[in-house]
């Protein structure tokens, strides 16, 4: 998977900039009305969250979803994806096609109409799909709206129809182009550079979407070819669905059986779940309702968490793998090392916000907990040594998690930050405001000492860490507590952590959290800066505390708290008092090309220590002249297998990924 994506973010503006005053009178004359498409143009980031990188993807997203939603009905099988030479992308399904006759109320054609028209489908009840994602009915007309030209084929009672489009306008009518043996529709779009930063379409992000689908609707093949940069075309089809899913979630891990699965109907609601125990302590749950995946779980994942914990309590009292005497397992002890994944498919679905992240349908919660409650107990009976397999890691993990909630003690003990020497000798803030707070972990006492007297004391705190944390991608919670660098992290952050689980204790609304509770709300700063070296033990520092923060406080990532500071390598002397900084060779070369001097020096940074205080805030600090870059969680499964590949105890998957990757290197530091 790709590293999770890191978007450059402007500085939080003064107060006093909010505040304006307008002198003209407000009438309904200052109302602007948008027809059409035209409101999409104007207004991208309303439908597809922006304009770069995130945004230029959702346009695949839309049409490709649409495509699924025929597989759901019924009607499609198979869905071919290209990238073609020019930039542009293609989806290709073998569906019914969209309609071609008249539509009455309108007296546009069913193409045009879903092409050029808001809210137009028969998603609203029309009759043309019980089971869908794309409920909000802009999907393909904001594809359209934000192409510099869409065509679209349609092959339908026995003939090829074709119409194309530019910017969201029909350029040429619907036309009978030949004849057609199947049925299906092909869009073809080129997304349109007056919207778009940039028009490169990742094949890797476009790969993995397709993986998904095709893991979650069994009965459909997708491929996907790469005609642009010459790549074969890559099939995806798994006749095993989710079964198939957790074991290549699983693939860098080792499994402790093989994948429980199963699946079942009721009350017009069908339901999927696979789970699968490995010998990390990680736990890793994704949701998905309708092909959509719930980031932040909802009542179909609330279900499960219940249902598993009750099964596995049960089972373990009923066979005396629990005493008497001993305590029930937590929800924590018996989902360490879980692989899940679950899959709703069902009439109305009702998510909470505009992104879909969470399911809220409230009948779901119970539907859910008891099928589950049912498949798993006849499973357990069925697989005694499987069963007694899961008690046994819920046993240790029950131990450890005791003494993780003694050493989590520890760390709030530590919580009156003023009058406790941590480690790495905390430099506080005098702002108590904590939106207007950000706290530097620096490499190093070195830089930490430079940082400390560069840094503005009213706003800006410094941690130095000493060495490198603890890897939590190998070591329980309890051992990851008895790291000082670790707990002083903590204490600093105040919010307290999470339970080894999916780095929140929002995922699913599960009432049994264990012992650990994070609360955003306690967070003393808003900023978390990663500042370290520019070299490779730079980089595993960084990754490092991304692991931590992934793993056990990932709503800092979610909420966007989380920044890498970029300081420069660089510096370029010209003269006595003229200097310039520049972060790459490419920045460097560009600033001396337009010196065009003799009597230039440049120098290397070998580390932020080398910096003295001014240095340090001019380049890296402060918030008028520095470059930040935000770090984002776009794909939770991507983000889990780099983790786990890179962080991980086997070797194998780490090295074919740095061979794969080796050249989109671009700064390697290297040591003779």
Same mark, same amino acid.
């Given at each position: 998977?790709?590293?999770?994506?890191?978007?450059?973010?402007?500085?939080?503006?003064?107060?006093?900039?909010?505040?304006?005053?307008?002198?003209?009178?407000?009438?309904?004359?200052?109302?602007?009305?948008?027809?059409?498409?035209?409101?999409?143009?104007?207004?991208?980031?309303?439908?597809?969250?922006?304009?770069?990188?995130?945004?230029?993807?959702?346009?695949?997203?839309?049409?490709?979803?649409?495509?699924?939603?025929?597989?759901?009905?019924?009607?499609?099988?198979?869905?071919?994806?290209?990238?073609?030479?020019?930039?542009?992308?293609?989806?290709?399904?073998?569906?019914?096609?969209?309609?071609?006759?008249?539509?009455?109320?309108?007296?546009?054609?069913?193409?045009?109409?879903?092409?050029?028209?808001?809210?137009?489908?028969?998603?609203?009840?029309?009759?043309?799909?019980?089971?869908?994602?794309?409920?909000?009915?802009?999907?393909?007309?904001?594809?359209?709206?934000?192409?510099?030209?869409?065509?679209?084929?349609?092959?339908?009672?026995?003939?090829?129809?074709?119409?194309?489009?530019?910017?969201?306008?029909?350029?040429?009518?619907?036309?009978?182009?030949?004849?057609?043996?199947?049925?299906?529709?092909?869009?073809?779009?080129?997304?349109?550079?007056?919207?778009?930063?940039?028009?490169?379409?990742?094949?890797?992000?476009?790969?993995?979407?397709?993986?998904?689908?095709?893991?979650?609707?069994?009965?459909?093949?997708?491929?996907?070819?790469?005609?642009?940069?010459?790549?074969?075309?890559?099939?995806?089809?798994?006749?095993?669905?989710?079964?198939?899913?957790?074991?290549?979630?699983?693939?860098?891990?080792?499994?402790?059986?093989?994948?429980?699965?199963?699946?079942?109907?009721?009350?017009?609601?069908?339901?999927?779940?696979?789970?699968?125990?490995?010998?990390?302590?990680?736990?890793?749950?994704?949701?998905?309702?309708?092909?959509?995946?719930?980031?932040?779980?909802?009542?179909?994942?609330?279900?499960?968490?219940?249902?598993?914990?009750?099964?596995?309590?049960?089972?373990?009292?009923?066979?005396?793998?629990?005493?008497?005497?001993?305590?029930?397992?937590?929800?924590?002890?018996?989902?360490?090392?879980?692989?899940?994944?679950?899959?709703?498919?069902?009439?109305?679905?009702?998510?909470?916000?505009?992104?879909?992240?969470?399911?809220?349908?409230?009948?779901?919660?119970?539907?859910?907990?008891?099928?589950?409650?049912?498949?798993?107990?006849?499973?357990?009976?069925?697989?005694?040594?499987?069963?007694?397999?899961?008690?046994?890691?819920?046993?240790?993990?029950?131990?450890?998690?005791?003494?993780?909630?003694?050493?989590?003690?520890?760390?709030?003990?530590?919580?009156?930050?003023?009058?406790?020497?941590?480690?790495?000798?905390?430099?506080?803030?005098?702002?108590?405001?904590?939106?207007?707070?950000?706290?530097?972990?620096?490499?190093?006492?070195?830089?930490?000492?430079?940082?400390?007297?560069?840094?503005?004391?009213?706003?800006?705190?410094?941690?130095?860490?000493?060495?490198?944390?603890?890897?939590?991608?190998?070591?329980? !919670?309890?051992?990851?507590?008895?790291?000082?660098?670790? +707990?002083? =992290? %903590?204490?600093?952050?105040?919010?307290? *952590? /999470?339970? @080894?689980?999916?780095?929140?204790?929002?995922?699913?609304?599960?009432?049994?959290?264990?012992?650990?509770?994070?609360?955003?709300?306690?967070?003393?700063?808003?900023?978390?800066?990663?500042?370290?070296?520019?070299?490779?033990?730079?980089?595993?520092?960084?990754? !490092?505390?991304?692991?931590?923060?992934?793993?056990?406080? +990932?709503? =800092? %990532?979610?909420?966007?708290?989380?920044? *890498? /500071?970029? @300081?420069?390598?660089?510096?370029?002397?010209?003269?006595?008092?003229?200097?310039?900084?520049?972060?790459?060779?490419?920045?460097?070369?560009?600033?001396?090309?337009?010196?065009?001097?003799?009597?230039?020096?440049?120098?290397?940074?070998?580390?932020?220590?080398?910096?003295?205080?001014?240095?340090?805030?001019?380049?890296?600090?402060?918030?008028?002249?520095?470059?930040?870059?935000?770090?984002?969680?776009?794909?939770?499964?991507?983000?889990?297998?780099?983790?786990?590949?890179?962080?991980?105890?086997?070797?194998?998957?780490?090295?074919?990924?740095?061979?794969?990757?080796?050249?989109?290197?671009?700064?390697?530091?290297?040591?003779?």
């Amino acid at each position: 998977m790709a590293k999770p994506e890191i978007l450059t973010t402007p500085q939080t503006p003064d107060e006093q900039s909010l505040v304006t005053t307008v002198d003209r009178e407000y009438t309904a004359q200052e109302f602007t009305v948008l027809e059409g498409l035209e409101a999409v143009r104007r207004r991208p980031g309303m439908y597809i969250a922006d304009t770069g990188v995130r945004g230029l993807h959702q346009l695949f997203y839309e049409v490709i979803d649409n495509s699924i939603d025929e597989a759901l009905a019924g009607f499609c099988t198979r869905i071919d994806v290209v990238l073609h030479p020019d930039g542009s992308l293609s989806v290709t399904d073998n569906g019914r096609g969209i309609p071609v006759d008249i539509n009455k109320e309108t007296g546009l054609t069913g193409v045009e109409l879903a092409m050029t028209r808001l809210h137009a489908g028969s998603k609203f009840g029309g009759g043309g799909y019980r089971v869908s994602g794309g409920l909000h009915g802009v999907g393909v007309s904001c594809v359209n709206a934000l192409s510099e030209w869409l065509v679209v084929e349609v092959c339908r009672d026995g003939k090829r129809y074709r119409q194309r489009f530019e910017r969201g306008t029909p350029v040429t009518p619907l036309e009978v182009v030949g004849k057609a043996k199947n049925t299906g529709t092909t869009v073809h779009w080129l997304p349109d550079h007056l919207i778009f930063e940039k028009r490169d379409y990742d094949p890797e992000r476009i790969v993995r979407r397709i993986r998904e689908l095709a893991f979650l609707n069994k009965n459909v093949t997708i491929t996907f070819t790469d005609e642009l940069h010459g790549e074969p075309t890559q099939t995806f089809h798994y006749k095993n669905g989710l079964a198939e899913f957790v074991q290549w979630l699983n693939e860098n891990k080792d499994p402790l059986h093989k994948p429980i699965h199963f699946a079942r109907t009721r009350e017009d609601t069908f339901v999927e779940i696979a789970i699968q125990y490995n010998d990390t302590y990680q736990e890793n749950i994704f949701a998905f309702a309708n092909n959509i995946h719930n980031t932040e779980g909802g009542t179909h994942v609330s279900g499960f968490k219940t249902a598993l914990t009750r099964v596995i309590n049960n089972y373990a009292r009923k066979n005396g793998l629990l005493k008497e005497r001993d305590p029930n397992f937590s929800g924590d002890d018996v989902r360490e090392g879980l692989t899940a994944v679950i899959s709703v498919l069902l009439l109305n679905p009702q998510f909470e916000g505009q992104t879909k992240t969470k399911l809220g349908n409230s009948e779901i919660e119970g539907l859910v907990n008891s099928i589950v409650g049912e498949a798993l107990s006849q499973y357990f009976e069925e697989n005694p040594s499987v069963a007694r397999r899961i008690i046994e890691k819920a046993l240790v993990a029950q131990r450890a998690r005791e003494a993780a909630r003694r050493a989590a003690d520890l760390v709030k003990r530590q919580s009156a930050l003023e009058n406790t020497s941590l480690p790495g000798k905390l430099a506080d803030c005098s702002e108590r405001d904590p939106r207007l707070c950000e706290l530097f972990l620096v490499e190093g006492d070195s830089a930490g000492g430079s940082a400390k007297q560069g840094r503005d004391r009213r706003t800006q705190a410094v941690l130095p860490l000493r060495g490198k944390i603890l890897n939590v991608e190998k070591a329980r !919670l309890d051992k990851a507590l008895e790291n000082e660098e670790i +707990r002083a =992290l %903590i204490t600093a952050l105040g919010t307290g *952590i /999470a339970g @080894p689980g999916n780095g929140s204790n929002g995922n699913g609304d599960e009432k049994d959290n264990g012992d650990f509770k994070f609360d955003l709300s306690k967070l003393r700063y808003h900023r978390i800066i990663i500042m370290t070296d520019a070299d490779v033990d730079g980089d595993h520092i960084r990754t !490092l505390l991304l692991t931590f923060f992934f793993r056990y406080m +990932r709503p =800092l %990532i979610e909420e966007g708290h989380v920044y *890498i /500071a970029q @300081p420069p390598l660089y510096v370029i002397k010209a003269g006595k008092d003229e200097r310039y900084y520049a972060r790459t060779e490419k920045d460097r070369d560009e600033i001396l090309r337009n010196l065009k001097r003799k009597n230039v020096t440049v120098g290397r940074f070998k580390g932020l220590g080398e910096m003295n205080a001014e240095e340090l805030a001019e380049t890296t600090m402060n918030p008028a002249t520095r470059r930040l870059v935000r770090v984002e969680l776009e794909d939770a499964v991507a983000a889990d297998e780099i983790f786990s590949v890179l962080m991980g105890d086997k070797v194998e998957p780490r090295k074919e990924y740095i061979v794969r990757h080796a050249k989109q290197v671009t700064n390697l530091d290297w040591h003779a």
